[in-house]
């Protein structure tokens, strides 16, 4: 039986489409930077990827999964993200690419997915522009991460990361300017830039249709 947000889930991103052209996530920059940044010769530069963010149905309501980055990799070592990367020559879409990663990452089949829609594109500052992939998870998956890639898995409460007021908008000073980001912290767990960002971006949808 479907809890009260799923349905609400399931409308805020009826009409989403990875379809070009894609809307682009609003990065919050003072002075509408985000337009003169984010110009269309930067935009084709960047390197697709994309991500899923998995809903889990459980007993007590749904969760969000989430993942930390294992300290091995490269970059955002310790960081929080949702399961997902660089989008390869196989894929045939930001759903596949998506799907292929949380199951190489977390070991989610991807068959185990219904694919519910998609949010904005995210460009981050390791140059790649990312396509959130929101799907639901049937069952009970086994989750198995991958150690060289994740440290932990671990999920959060669905109303908790879709409640507006528990996000936090903070600056960030890099290069002389201060970048603003969101923060959402859940027990030990800090939720902060471009998975805070893409959270953000879907609790509103999910707001505009209360």
Not at 16 to 25: A, D, F, L, N, V
Not at 58 to 64: A, P, S, W
Not at 126 to 154: K, M
């Amino acid at each position: 039986m479907m809890t009260d947000w799923e349905p609400r889930l399931r409308r805020a991103l009826a009409d989403t489409s990875e379809q070009p052209p894609r809307p682009m996530s609003r990065l919050e920059l003072p002075l509408n930077m985000d337009k003169l940044l984010l110009t269309p010769a930067l935009l084709k530069s960047l390197r697709p990827a994309a991500v899923l963010a998995p809903v889990i149905r459980r007993q007590h309501g749904l969760t969000m999964m989430l993942t930390v980055r294992s300290d091995r990799l490269r970059s955002h070592k310790g960081q929080i993200s949702f399961p997902g990367g660089r989008r390869d020559e196989g894929d045939a879409s930001a759903a596949a690419n998506a799907l292929r990663e949380a199951e190489e990452e977390v070991g989610l089949p991807p068959a185990s997915v219904e694919v519910l829609g998609y949010l904005d594109d995210y460009p981050t500052m390791t140059r790649y522009l990312v396509t959130p992939v929101v799907g639901i998870v049937s069952g009970e998956p086994e989750i198995r991460p991958c150690e060289d890639e994740v440290a932990e898995v671990f999920e959060a409460p669905l109303d908790f990361v879709l409640d507006l007021r528990n996000f936090e908008h903070k600056l960030l000073s890099r290069e002389g300017l201060n970048v603003p980001f969101f923060e959402l912290n859940f027990g030990r767990h800090r939720i902060w830039g471009a998975t805070a960002g893409m959270l953000w971006n879907l609790a509103n949808k999910v707001a505009e249709t209360a």
